[in-house]
DNA sequence: TAAACTAAACTGACTGGTCAGTACAAATAG
DNA sequence: CTATTTGTACTGACCAGTCAGTTTAGTTTA
């Protein structure tokens, strides 16, 4: 039998790739549990809910997202920010795709029971990017740190959606040029 | 008895109203049919399903923006083309305001009926942010486009969230950038 | 001019399927 | 001995879609 560890990490594995290519309400709990080769009661006895499912992975994959930015951010030159935030944001996309397109799709969601915590993380990614812009000396108002974040966002899910036609470079200097 | 168009208009209405809220998949006919006060076979009657009552609700919303889009590209000077064709697209934002967060929490969804129809309109919306960076002599690649066009309605939908804390100059100037 | 007719528009109780969540006894692991 | 997992069967809520019947507006007939 397989480890508690190790269950949470199939079960969890299972539902961002199925939310990921039908979204979260089209995914049932049965078809998760089928998919990690697990049974439907050891979903409810790892997670509790679906709901709680999904807060786990948006939560996991949002902090990990967080952590990354605030890295680059601290250890970027001034005048090089806003590629290195952008840099760090894109690679993210890249090495997690399931996950990151669940929280791509359900960040503009407004019926969701996790609403709140995707708008905290909302607003901490536009403070870290206006955080970036100001350390570039380039100005920093909410406008501009939104704008920022939402060509880099559109960019990365253009580049997972069309795998390899895009270099990190090239997007990363588009969103440069872009504001 | 009402006339058909009203009929259809009043469950336009309350179905843009209660998708904005709460989202299409959370927005039950029911629901819909008793906002709109008009029984649940009206509903069926007059758009044959849900789908094809949120298919025409996007429809109409998508074809109303890609024509001011057009529009502003076209009698847009060389040279203020981007600004000219934000500005359309935030204007549009701003006058819809139901229906364009319906549209703008679907747009990146992948679960829908109305994926391709989406799909179709957003590389529409793409294409004619290319078109107007070409016209101001920027780099028009793939990239660019994207970046452009996900500052813009990043910028839009905080405007939106926000109401009047940003000014539309002030979101202009933050799409169009510093440089 | 009013009665009869017609078709389109509308109504709302009902049906059938789906799915989150529960129950629980038995098996396995550390 | 305790925590974890399994398998199966079940419940109850929710909800899209149906349909037989009712209402309305407009038209024809006598």
């Known amino acids: 039998m397989a480890k508690r560890g190790e269950t949470r990490e199939k079960i969890l594995s299972a539902a961002a790739q199925m939310a990921a290519e039908r979204g979260i309400s089209a995914t049932a709990v049965d078809d998760i549990a089928a998919a990690a080769g697990v049974a ?6 790892n997670f509790g809910s679906k ?10 994959t949002l ?4 952590q990354r930015l605030r890295e680059s951010l601290d250890t970027a030159v ?4 806003v590629r290195s ?6 690679r993210g996309l890249q090495e997690h795709p399931a ?10 969601r407004l019926d969701r029971p996790w609403r709140e915590s995707l708008a905290e ?14 350390k570039d000396d380039r100005p920093a108002g909410p406008a501009n740190a939104a704008a920022i974040f939402g060509s880099t966002i559109m960019v990365g899910f253009e580049r997972m959606l069309f795998a390899d036609r895009l270099s ?5 200097a588009a969103i440069e040029g872009a504001s």
């Open 63 to 66: 902090q990990r997202a967080g």
């Open 51 to 60: 709901e709680g499912l999904y807060a786990e992975l948006l939560g996991e």
């Open 168 to 172: 990190l470079a090239e997007a990363v």
């Open 78 to 81: 001034a005048g090089d920010a």
């Open 121 to 134: 993380y909302r607003s901490l990614f536009f403070s870290m990017f206006a955080e970036a812009l100001e």
């Open 40 to 45: 439907k009661g050891s979903v409810y006895y």
């Open 85 to 90: 935030v952008a840099e760090a944001f894109l």
């Open 99 to 108: 996950s990151s397109k669940v929280v791509a799709a359900e960040l503009f």
